[in-house]
DNA sequence: TAGATTGTTAATCGATTAACAATC
DNA sequence: TAGATTGTTAATCGATTAACAATC
């Protein structure tokens, strides 16, 4: 049997499979067990045999009459999003998002930041234990080698990243996700993932206003 | 002819667009003044009849044998992603964050900030023109009802997100710019529109992973 | 058993790509 | 003019939905 991973999984599917996850562990707190397609297919909007299909299309496995095991749903989606390893990367832009991205509550799965660069006055912020340190961006490209990291978190402001990112290009990065409102120029070889706030903030302020107009 | 709005423009091709915004400011900045769909296609790696479906799909013209105005284009993309106007919301969770988001340099287009609301301890943070009031949850929804906003960020962690978005519903908010890792559950007049951090910084992890192990 | 639910194939729908005449 | 580029239709591809036999 043909197993996919996240790269061969379209987008789509891949945001379904993560939105499950959130919604089992809602469910198995609240004491559930077990799962129906038709359930998560109401919950989200979509069809039953497509929910069928995606968590096939990762290798869970259901019992007919019975539905889809919760607990080991949340596993297999955790393997599969590789939540069960960590990713080492630097942080390049303002503190205060580093240190909420680094915080324990909102940590992002899988994301281990090390440290921070930042643009500007070369201070060092935010040292112990608590928080995280913070460099000057020029030390990125020395530290990153010395470390060996290989991925980095990009949240600065337009205007500034391309200079920046180049910065973690000279410094060895090869996997960049991109905070920053700005098409990024990098080589092949180097993974760029965008995560594109604004047109999802102008979605949902298109809805308001349909909403509000209407009346 | 049928003007498309985002309301109904698939996701997508909404992505594509707000990604061409960028792109054509950076042409701008160096100084072109026309962009083919040829260009466009190839920056993107898509395919250039997408590229002028998608412009046409929105009311962009261009001209055979030049392409397309990059300024107008700039122009009909921000009225489209309703730039033009500001939606007032207030923010929900960390300090940091709501303080990153209201920021100028950073500033998601459309989002006006006007106050935050933090869980725990009922301190008044940040005030003052540079920075940003935060008050105590509980304060929540005698203030947006005053103020008639309609509009909520939220960005707290999952064990505490619904029990925030039931504030900010009480408090007669009608669109919630989900930022945690949690399936809120919402009447249906209420859009909810989900930020998926997770599943985009998981995506970009494989990737790494796959060029790391193949050598 | 009867009814609920999966697994899976076939049908539909929509998005992407190919192709080419029209335009400048 | 010749060549570049759009606008648009047709073809392809992939994702979603419908349907139903198999299972428990």
Tied chains: 1, 2.
């Excluded at 299309?57 to 955790?78: A, K, N």
């Excluded at 112990?128 to 080698?145: H, N, Q, V, Y």
């Excluded at 180049?166 to 993974?191: C, K, R, T, Y």
Aim: hydrophobic share 45%; aromatic share 8%; with cysteine.
């Amino acid at each position: 049997m043909i197993m996919n991973t996240i790269l061969t999984t379209s987008r789509n599917t891949l945001n379904r499979i993560s939105r499950y996850h959130s919604y089992l562990k809602v469910l198995l707190a609240s004491g559930e067990v077990c799962v129906s397609s038709v359930t998560l297919a109401q919950k989200f909007g979509c069809d039953q045999s497509g929910v069928r299909k995606d968590l096939k299309s990762i290798g869970i496995q259901g019992r007919p009459h019975i539905g889809f095991d919760i607990i080991s749903t949340l596993d297999v989606i955790e393997q599969y999003l590789g939540w069960q390893s960590t990713t080492e990367a630097v942080f390049v832009g303002a503190p205060t998002v580093g240190l909420f991205l680094s915080n324990q509550d909102f940590a992002i799965k899988g994301l281990k930041l090390l440290c921070g660069f930042k643009l500007g006055p070369a201070d060092v912020l935010y040292t112990g234990d608590a928080g995280m340190e913070f460099f000057p961006l020029g030390k990125l490209p020395g530290l990153t080698r010395r470390l060996g990291v290989k991925a980095g978190v990009l949240c600065v402001p337009a205007d500034d990243a391309q200079e920046a990112a180049d910065m973690m290009l000279s410094g060895g990065i090869q996997a960049i996700w991109n905070l920053s409102s700005f098409e990024l120029d990098v080589p092949a070889h180097v993974a760029v993932e965008n995560v594109d706030f604004s047109a999802s903030f102008a979605a949902l302020a298109a809805r308001l206003a349909a909403v509000n107009n209407r009346f």
